[in-house]
């Protein structure tokens, strides 16, 4: 029988040499990144901490509602994340935007969990929150790298966009290229994680389960499901937000916003 190895707490913070390794490269090339790096040590240990006591009260309590309220902050955590790293403040996007990560997210959990793994209940925590938050990590990454690109893009090709306004060109025409573009931008990642897995590298939860003792066959099909779910829920995301976003952009006589 499989036995899992446990990491006690001297060879979890042995684990903070890597920390240290980043941290002098920083220092010696001048990068900046050393507060950025001290900030996400911090928060990755004191998040996974937190989680982890959160799921082992969620697994022993089974509570619908308590899953649903967990998910919930899991999504408006990530909106924040977004906001962060999308710093506009002329175009309001973060109530389309949270709205439309809320229900995709949601959707596709509950397809994952409930129809193609076929957990009863649905919201069986052990495999709908690990389910919701892989897609909302990645998800995640993808919307912010996708507003960024449309934002910019639309703000340093104002002028060529207005002059495809004045030629009588409605505001989708105008900015199809901007919008095609930053959707590729956000999708890129996901769609390269599909061609390197198995190949390139071992995904997270494929090893994780590995570790744990599940046949390799069993962890293959959950991470292929994985791999899958990520970039559907990505594209869905992406083009849901930015055809609202972009909408955003323009005010009613179709005239440019951003400035």
């Known amino acids: 029988m499989n036995r ?6 001297a060879q979890l913070f042995l684990a903070l040499l890597f920390i240290l390794i980043a941290q002098i490269s920083s220092f010696i090339y001048h990068l900046g990144l050393n507060r950025d790096i001290t900030i996400g040590t911090i928060r990755t240990f004191a998040q996974l901490f937190l989680m982890g006591y959160v799921l082992t ?14 998910f919930f902050v899991m999504v408006l955590s990530a909106m924040f994340i977004v906001k962060g790293r999308v710093r506009e403040k ?5 109530i389309p935007t949270f709205l439309t990560m809320l229900i995709s997210y949601f959707a ?3 397809f994952v969990s409930g129809v193609i793994v076929g957990t009863a209940p649905w919201w069986d925590p052990r495999y709908f929150l690990p389910a919701g938050g892989m897609v909302i990590g990645n998800s995640m990454s993808a919307l912010a790298i996708a507003l960024e690109r449309l934002f910019r893009d639309l703000r340093e090709q104002r002028e060529l966009v207005e002059m495809k306004l004045a030629l009588g060109a409605n505001y ?8 095609r573009k930053a959707v590729s931008a956000g999708m890129i990642p996901s ?13 997270g939860m494929m ?4 570790l744990a003792g599940t ?24 083009v849901v937000v930015m055809l609202i976003v972009r909408r955003r952009c323009f005010g009613s006589g179709e005239e440019v916003l951003l400035r």
């Open 172 to 179: 989708r025409e105008a900015s199809d290229e901007l919008f």
């Open 207 to 210: 090893s994780g389960q590995i």
């Open 108 to 110: 596709t959990a509950l």
């Open 4 to 9: 899992i190895i446990d990491i006690s707490l």
């Open 215 to 238: 046949d390799p066959l069993i962890a293959i099909r959950y991470q292929i499901v994985v791999m899958l779910m990520l970039v559907g829920s990505t594209a869905v995301t992406s």
């Open 90 to 94: 002329q175009i309001p996007y973060f």
């Open 191 to 203: 769609i390269n994680a599909m061609m390197g897995v198995g190949l390139v590298f071992i995904p």
């Open 57 to 70: 009260f969620i697994l022993k309590s089974s509570n619908l509602w308590l899953v649903l309220l967990v």
